[in-house]
């Protein structure tokens, strides 16, 4: 039981990352077009189908094309798509200048033309010969002797070359292993809308590469990687700094194509029309500070590379345009670079670092309506942050650090549409009830709403994943639901859970290391307040009786009886009493017990410099005082919660080094009420209190409130004249806590 409820504290900040892939934002292009799906296959529509001729996987596509074209009688059916995928061809065959019965030639009527899953050859590689007879069945024969140099004809592309494409429009190359785009390769398709070439092993981009495409507006890049003889990647070289420069692209996928720092001119020429770019796990790791200047992004992914967004304004240039950012997995530990980008609908930050959200980052997102902030390091707020931005309809918020459902919280998430919080270690309190309840109250009187496209003119898989989520949720049942349910609750909403099913919302009850649904939590009104209180009681918790005798915590009582509005410290003070009343059920320390330490110190990581720089050389060197860090001495091997359990009781007494940042740690505020427990429980006196700065009352949690009434504080003082004070004071205490471990001395 008790190493459930450390594995359950210590998820609370090692949220176990599951790095199974999400999907990045484009994917082989296909949500660009509907006529070739990610195999390779045609997909056309019915009515189509007789303009369509599918070779794939044939043996010999050559003959048979031939042969179908022989058939093409009608005028009005002609060659609209072409497959000739997985067809194990070495090189593009030259088929182009057949005709049909009535000297229709092929190049003339094609459009949307696959070579998906061959296997091209390179430059040197000898390849299979066309020497067919074309006279089988009344076509006439095709010109094979229009090939330009020499050197050409053993190129994969050669069939190509010398031939006008005057209808095509789309061309899917991809998966055919091609490594090098030489000189001209496109030059007779003007019409060509949308080129295809990811998954293949491109590493050279020759500089006329692209030339004559000059209607070209998609270009699928992405999934290539060239590797050399010992297996080591190959970068992917361009003859000209900026190979792409003369296109005047709307869309292009880089995804998984990896790209290094000497790439990035390849993204610099990339021109006014582009509107959106996948740079989804390419590797780059930072943008040049005006690579995105000349653009109007709507849409950008970019995600895992790991700091890419790390730079000053990464994203300069795009505030006023960009709708869709995917940035998973990059690293981010704030959402501050967001704060310009007023248009942005979606924003996808999965498994990233943050842990808190300024009201400055956020307020000014007046459009945003989906935010996912999956697998982020999120705490409890207090602050008004998600209903600053006024169109959010989906946040997720799945697996974060959340622990406690405050009635701020719940104030802040009441008019989203949908919200998911599941596989946050949440302890049971009433307020994750109401929440609930409202959520499947909601469910009753609320129709679904969708998160609709703007008309951008670029159809975007963004909307359509949110989207499915919210048509395939579950929806939340209330098991035995009577009137009451839906009453009684006192506040209302709109939102509803996006993630729930009967498994998901659990919390960990006071006292108890297994947890229990939220839906079998109580409620927060009063009655059924007292209800809990007394059923615990009858459920034998002594624990949290004998706490209750300790005077000390009787002024609690009376303090928070004084102060209704805060009884839910109270509450979830005494729950995390008897919660860690669990963990460690040692003695009470006698005066015979050895202290490894003089002193535990516990602070917040943001507040680590100044007690390495300053207290730490102060009180080992000057004072002869031991300190225990829980960075510094912590047992190899011990989980953090039995590693600070085990410090704070070989430590003679306890430190707290208190600023907002500590109270906004949850974890250090777990520290703070461990500390006091451990206090009461040992009936050790000893705690001192360092306040780095002044902590307004309205931001001290009760417990700080009543410890600062009851035990010393020392105050940081800004000035540096008055610190040989400050140390003054701190020496006299641990001194006087060494040599009389059960006084206390106040000097506040
Ligand atoms: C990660 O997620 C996938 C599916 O989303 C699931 O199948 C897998 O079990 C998860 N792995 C872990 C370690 O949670
Ligand atoms: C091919 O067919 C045409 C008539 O359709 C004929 O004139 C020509 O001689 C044939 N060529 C060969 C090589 O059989
Ligand atoms: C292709 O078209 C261009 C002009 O549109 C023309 O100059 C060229 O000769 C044509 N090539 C062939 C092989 O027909
Ligand atoms: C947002 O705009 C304000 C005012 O134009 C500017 O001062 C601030 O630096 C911008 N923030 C970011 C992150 O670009
Ligand atoms: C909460 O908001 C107040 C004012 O609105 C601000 O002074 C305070 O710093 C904020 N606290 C946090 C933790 O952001
Ligand atoms: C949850 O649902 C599954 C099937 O949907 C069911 O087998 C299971 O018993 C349910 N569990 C609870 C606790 O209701």
């Not at 981009?205 to 890049?221: C, E, M, Q, Y």
């Not at 390495?612 to 005082?625: G, Q, R």
């Amino acid at each position: 039981m008790i190493l459930r409820i450390i594995v359950f504290c210590c998820s609370i900040i090692f949220s176990s990352a599951n790095n199974s892939k999400a999907r990045c934002l484009t994917g082989y292009m296909t949500d660009v077009q509907n006529w070739v799906d990610q195999h390779g296959n045609l997909i056309t529509s019915p009515a189509e189908r007789q303009n369509s001729i599918d070779l794939s996987t044939n043996v010999d596509p050559v003959k048979m094309l031939h042969q179908h074209m022989g058939m093409l009688k009608s005028s009005h059916r002609y060659v609209k798509y072409l497959s000739l995928a997985r067809c194990d061809l070495t090189r593009v065959p030259p088929i182009f200048l057949l005709e049909d019965m009535q000297r229709r030639q092929l190049s003339a009527m094609v459009e949307y033309m696959t070579f998906y899953g061959n296997k091209f050859l390179g430059m040197s590689a000898a390849g299979e010969h066309y020497t067919l007879s074309f006279n089988a069945t009344g076509a006439t024969i095709m010109n094979l002797g229009t090939s330009p140099q020499t050197q050409a004809e053993n190129i994969w592309s050669s069939g190509f070359s010398a031939v006008n494409f005057t209808k095509l429009k789309e061309l899917d190359l991809r998966a055919c292993s091609i490594q090098v785009l030489g000189q001209n390769l496109f030059k007779g398709m003007s019409e060509l809308r949308a080129l295809y070439i990811g998954e293949n092993e491109i590493f050279y981009i020759d500089s006329t590469a692209f030339a004559g495409l000059n209607k070209l507006v998609h270009l699928d890049f992405s999934r290539n990687q060239a590797f050399d003889e010992n297996g080591n990647p190959k970068n992917l070289a361009t003859e000209s700094y900026y190979a792409f420069q003369h296109l005047n692209l709307i869309s292009l996928d880089l995804s998984f194509t990896k790209l290094t720092q000497r790439n990035l001119g390849m993204l610099k020429s990339l021109g006014k029309s582009l509107r959106s770019l996948s740079l989804c796990e390419t590797g780059l790791n930072n943008l040049h500070a005006d690579i995105f200047l000349t653009t109007s992004l709507q849409i950008l992914d970019v995600s895992r590379n790991n700091g890419i967004l790390q730079g000053t304004k990464p994203l300069k240039g795009i505030e006023d345009s960009l709708i869709v950012l995917y940035a998973q997995e990059v690293g981010l530990n704030t959402m501050d670079i967001f704060q310009n980008f007023t248009k942005l609908a979606i924003l996808q930050l999965a498994n990233n670092e943050i842990n808190n959200i300024e009201a400055s980052a956020v307020r000014n997102l007046r459009h945003l309506k989906v935010l996912d902030l999956n697998k982020n390091r999120i705490n409890s707020w207090f602050n008004r942050t998600y209903s600053l931005m006024p169109e959010l309809s989906y946040l997720s918020l799945k697996d974060n650090n959340i622990n406690l459902i405050t009635e701020e919280m719940i104030e802040d998430l009441m008019y989203v549409d949908y919200l998911a919080l599941s596989e946050n270690s949440l302890i049971c309190n009433c307020h994750s009830k109401d929440l609930y309840k409202m959520a499947a109250k909601n469910e009753m009187l609320y129709k679904e709403v969708f998160v609709h496209q703007p008309e951008t003119g670029l159809h975007q898989n963004a909307y359509d994943t949110y989207n499915d989520i919210i048509r395939n949720r579950n929806k939340v049942e209330l098991n035995e639901c009577d009137e009451q349910c839906y009453t009684d609750i006192g506040i209302s909403g709109t939102f509803r859970f996006v993630d729930y099913s009967n498994d998901t919302y659990i919390c960990l009850p006071f006292g108890e290391s297994k947890p229990v649904q939220i839906a079998d939590v109580y409620s927060c009104g009063r009655a059924s307040r007292e209800k809990t209180y007394e059923q615990e009681l009858k459920d034998g918790r002594l624990k949290l009786l004998a706490l209750l005798t300790l005077p000390c915590v009787m002024i609690i009582v009376g303090m928070i009886y004084m102060f209704r509005r805060h009884i839910r410290y109270f509450y979830i003070t005494m729950r995390n009493s008897a919660m860690l009343s669990l963990i460690n059920k040692k003695d009470v320390v006698d005066d015979n017990t050895i202290f490894n330490y003089d002193v535990f110190v516990s602070y917040c990581n943001e507040d680590r410099g100044w007690v390495l720089d300053h207290l730490l050389p102060h009180m080992e060197t000057e004072c002869s005082i031991s300190a225990c860090l829980h960075e510094r001495d912590f047992l190899v091997g011990l989980s953090i919660l039995e590693n600070i359990v085990s410090c704070m009781d070989r430590s003679r007494s306890i430190m707290l080094i208190l600023s907002q940042r500590f109270l906004l740690s949850q974890w250090c505020q777990f520290e703070m009420h461990l500390a006091q427990h451990r206090l009461l429980e040992t009936r050790r006196e000893d705690l001192t209190l360092i306040l780095l700065e002044d902590i307004p009352r309205r931001l001290r949690p009760n417990t700080l409130h009543y410890l600062m009434l009851t035990k010393t504080y020392i105050v940081w003082p800004k000035d540096e004249a008055e610190r040989p004070i400050f140390w003054k004071r701190l020496k006299k205490t641990l001194i006087a806590q060494k040599t009389k471990p059960s006084e206390n001395v106040s000097l506040a």
